[in-house]
């Protein structure tokens, strides 16, 4: 069999570590690997992997120590021409001509809207690896990518700690998440933030003013609130205006972390799911799978069609939003 692996969307940390799972497992079982560069834009534009020695499919030495390895090296990008039918149409003629018979996309739910498309005009099969760091997908506990988008999400909460402790100040630090607060709740509850503002939760400034005075008369020195990038109430910059308007008892600055989650060496957590779900994928392709998502739901591996992994919001869970709120009293 010749199996096709892309990774699309925002790029997460473990995506690589997915790739080497996926080639690893595949050429292990006597199969082969076709490397499409560039996500379903690559595809379309016929951007395959080459290795140094001229072959145009991977083998487990073109994916030799890439555990450690951030980003994509296959590189990732959000393709227009892929979205409309006809270039659907055109994706799974290529894949015909290159005689791809599977088709593995690590990324998040664009990723498997245009997965669950291409299923329409191509027999192959296509299993994909959750690769994003919103963790908004449903049928997997976590996602590739989640667990260290959290730690550079602590990691910057700790240091800006120190400064907004010395200058009894109060920091707003947005965080990505256009659509979901799983990092922010759970960057501010590794974090010891006092406030998460969730696009699930609703954000009341004059609510928020209270509490601020509340931890002011109990002696807080610094206040950290983190914010999902898409709160309801708009990002760190408007939170700030308002608390501002509303008369905060703490002077504010405000710190986006945005794009520096996507980077650096993944976690541990995200090097083992991601080489669980890549190797899950490649044996489920063998089984004849298809039209499904591998993921990971306590303990357990399950795949999910794809729709289903987009089609529904995942909530954040509900007990640590109210953890948070008991651990800032
Ligand atoms: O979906 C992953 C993500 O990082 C989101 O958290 C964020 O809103 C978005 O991608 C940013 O996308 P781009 O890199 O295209 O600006």
Redesign the pocket.
């Known amino acids: 069999m010749r199996i096709g692996v892309l990774c699309s969307?925002?790029d997460a940390p473990g995506m690589n570590a997915c790739l080497r799972a996926v080639v690893r497992s595949a050429v292990c079982a006597g199969h082969q690997v076709v490397g499409v560069y560039r996500g379903y834009q690559g595809l379309l534009d016929e951007d395959f992997f080459v290795g140094a020695d001229g072959q145009a499919t991977m083998n487990a030495r073109s994916v030799s120590d890439l555990s450690k390895l951030g980003g994509t090296i296959l590189r990732s990008s959000?393709s227009e021409a892929f979205r409309a039918p006809h270039g659907q149409a055109r994706a799974a003629a290529i894949l015909r001509k290159h005689a791809i018979d599977a088709l593995i996309p690590i990324g998040?739910d664009g990723t498997f809207r245009g997965a669950a498309d291409l299923i329409k005009h191509w027999s192959g099969l296509i299993v994909g690896c959750p690769g994003?760091?919103?963790n908004d997908l449903v049928g997997t506990d976590y996602t590739i990518g989640f667990a260290t988008a959290v730690q550079t999400g602590v990691e910057a909460l700790d240091k800006l700690r120190d400064t907004a402790e010395s200058h009894e100040r109060m920091f707003l630090v947005e965080v990505?998440?256009?659509h979901s607060g799983y990092i922010a709740l759970y960057t501010a509850l590794a974090g010891g933030a006092e406030i998460a503002c969730l696009p699930e939760t609703p954000t009341d400034v004059a609510q928020i003013i209270g509490q601020l005075h509340a931890l002011k008369e109990r002696g807080k020195k610094s206040i950290m609130i983190v914010i999902a990038?898409g709160d309801e109430h708009g990002g760190a910059a408007v939170l700030e205006r308002d608390l501002v308007a509303a008369g905060s008892p703490f002077s504010m600055r405000v710190v986006t972390l945005g794009?520096l989650q996507?980077g650096g060496s993944p976690a541990p957590a995200d090097r083992i799911l991601a080489t669980t779900l890549g190797d899950f994928a490649v044996r489920s392709i063998l089984q004849g799978r298809t039209g499904v998502m591998a993921g990971q739901i306590g303990g357990q591996l399950v795949l999910t069609p794809f729709e289903e992994t987009f089609g529904k919001h995942k909530p954040v869970p509900a007990g640590l939003v109210a953890l948070l709120e008991s651990m800032a009293t």
């Open positions: 969307g925002g959000r998040g994003t760091i919103d990505m998440g256009r990038e794009h996507r």
